[in-house]
């Protein structure tokens, strides 16, 4: 019904930029929020960023000054931008979409859903 595509991932050096892109498709009628996840290897899921629909973010503390969200609803699309990446920020990061489809019922909550992720690696 909705697919979420994340792109933009790859291996960097210490102190590098990278810009992981999210795309939507399907039977989409809004979205809510949307989010960055990620997740390294024997550790937990952290929430990393989310902007909401009128483009409120927030950070993870320890990303605040370096990363930035942001998003394009006309393309369905949400951003991160990293910068001054460090080897601590190697993971896999997913995004998370609340969305209302065309069959929603608008009165009700708006279902989520992720992309498959995509590997960030940041060496030292």
């Known amino acids: 019904q909705v697919q979420l595509v994340e792109s933009g991932g790859g291996l960097v050096q210490a102190g590098g930029s990278l810009k992981l892109t999210c795309q939507a498709s399907?039977?989409?009628?809004?979205?809510?929020?949307m989010a960055w996840y990620r997740q390294a290897p024997g550790k937990q899921r952290d929430l990393v960023a989310t902007i909401t629909s009128v483009g409120r973010a927030d950070y993870l503390d320890s990303v605040k000054g370096r990363f930035t969200i942001s998003r394009d609803d006309a393309k369905n699309t949400v951003y991160l931008q990293m910068n001054s990446l460090k080897p601590e920020d190697t993971a896999v990061y997913s995004c998370k979409a609340a969305v209302w489809t065309y069959h929603s019922d608008f009165a009700g909550p708006p279902d989520e859903y992720w992309g498959q992720g995509t590997q960030v690696t940041v060496s030292s």
């Open positions: 399907g039977a989409i009628s809004a979205i809510k929020t």
